[in-house]
Each structure stands twice: as C-alpha cells, then as structure tokens.
T-cell receptor, first 112, second 115 residues
Framework: RKEVEQDPGPFNVPEGATVAFNCTYS??????FFWYRQDCRKEPKLLMS???SGNEDGRFTAQLNRASQYISLLIRDSKLSDSATYLC?????????????FGKGTKLSVKP | DAGVTQSPTHLIKTRGQQVTLRCSPK?????VSWYQQALGQGPQFIFQ???????QRGNFPDRFSGHQFPNYSSELNVNALLLGDSALYLC??????????????FGQGTRLTVV
C-alpha cells in the first residue's frame, strides 16, 4: 500500500463548480499535512497547510480526520486558473526530522 | 530575494553516463532535499542534506549520491544512468529546526532525459 493515496483524476469541471479532492495516508505517525499545487511542467508550490481543526483560505477549505487518516481539499467557485495538479503531502517524523511524502496527484481541469 | 535555483534546466544523457545536478537554496535556508518526479507521478524523496551531511535517504540505489557545500548549495550525482532515471529532479530548500520541517520551497527542476 502506498504511503499517500489520492483520488484518481482527472477531474473536469465547469467554471463555478465545487470540487473535492480526497487523500488517505497509511502511517499513523504522520504529523503534518499539506496540499501543494503543481502547474504543468512547473515545480510544486504550497497551497495550504492542513490543521486538525480544519482551515479555510478564500475559496479553499482543507480538512483532516486523524482517526480515518484522511485529508480533503474543497475548492468552491472554481476558476480557470485553478487548473493544475493538486498534490497531497504528509510528513511523519522519524527521529527528529521529517521529509515530504507526496501522493501521486490529482489533475483538475476547469473549463469555461 | 532569489528563490531556489537549479541548473541546468534540461539535460540529455546517454545510458551509462554520469550526471551532476546543482541547487542553490533560498536565502536563509540551510537544508536541501532532492526529489525525483517521473511523468504522471508525485515527487519521490531521494535524500536530504544538512550541515554538509546526508541526513535522511529515501529508497534510491547508491548510484544516487549527493553533496552539500559550506554555502548550503548542493549537488545530486547519478552514476551509470538508466533509461528509468529520466525524470524531473526537484530541489527543495527549507530551514529545518530539530523538531520538524517548515515550508519547503522548490526550484524549477532539472528535466533529465536518458537515451
């Protein structure tokens, strides 16, 4: 089983739609969670961290369920510029350091 | 403030050759991590350098080696290249306190093609 698994894509949605991405992780010792965005042929960039209480940043809402080892990202009122691959990332700390463990990514395409 | 810079941006090598990729971290960052991203996959952790030492290593063979210099810049070396080494190689820099990892900033990557 992969350490971080994401919904298979691609997601093709019209502008203005609400879309949700899901992610599960296998290591219960995982302690930090993020969503990264990667545009075609570009580097990943941090979209938002995911906190236990859930957090929102404009049209984006992230949720974490530690009991189910599940993370989600909700995008409301989708824009054409939201088209990208969204990467679920977890960090678990072995010893005192951690490194980023990426999911495969889910591709989103927002159409006019 | 320059972000993470990588060189070269593109590279074509022949099977069996050796390659060196370079990374300069973001100003103020002392930790460099390297990732391999194959087409259609998420980035896979190769190794991390801090204080000029390899701190952690992912599941990559010894053909993959690295180095960090006193100015925190880093190199990734791959020996005996295989076709399967073709990928985007990403460098990420961060400031890593002992208790965890703060936000990692990625360079634009080096796209390596092995023919």
């Amino acid at each position: 089983r992969k350490e971080v698994e994401q919904d298979p894509g691609p997601f093709n949605v019209p502008e203005g739609a609400t879309v949700a991405f899901n992610c599960t992780y296998s290591n219960s010792a995982s302690q930090s969670f993020f969503w990264y965005r990667q545009d075609c042929r570009k580097e990943p960039k941090l979209l938002m961290s995911v906190y236990s209480s859930g957090n929102e940043d404009g049209r984006f809402t992230a949720q974490l369920n530690r009991a189910s080892q599940y993370i989600s990202l909700l995008i409301r009122d989708s824009k054409l510029s939201d088209s990208a691959t969204y990467l679920c990332v977890v960090i678990f700390y072995g010893g005192s350091q951690g490194n980023l463990i990426f999911g495969k990514g889910t591709k989103l395409s927002v159409k006019p | 403030d320059a972000g993470v810079t990588q060189s070269p941006t593109h590279l074509i090598k022949t099977r069996g050759q050796q390659v060196t990729l370079r990374c300069s971290p973001k100003s103020g960052h002392d930790t460099v991590s390297w990732y391999q991203q194959a087409l259609g996959q998420g980035p896979q952790f190769i190794f991390q350098y801090y204080e000029e030492e390899e701190r952690q290593r992912g599941n990559f063979p010894d053909r993959f080696s690295g180095h960090q210099f006193p100015n925190y810049s880093s190199e990734l070396n791959v020996n005996a290249l295989l076709l399967g080494d073709s990928a985007l190689y990403l460098c990420a820099s961060s400031s890593v306190p002992d208790w965890g990892v703060t936000e990692a900033f990625f360079g634009q990557g080096t796209r390596l093609t092995v023919v």
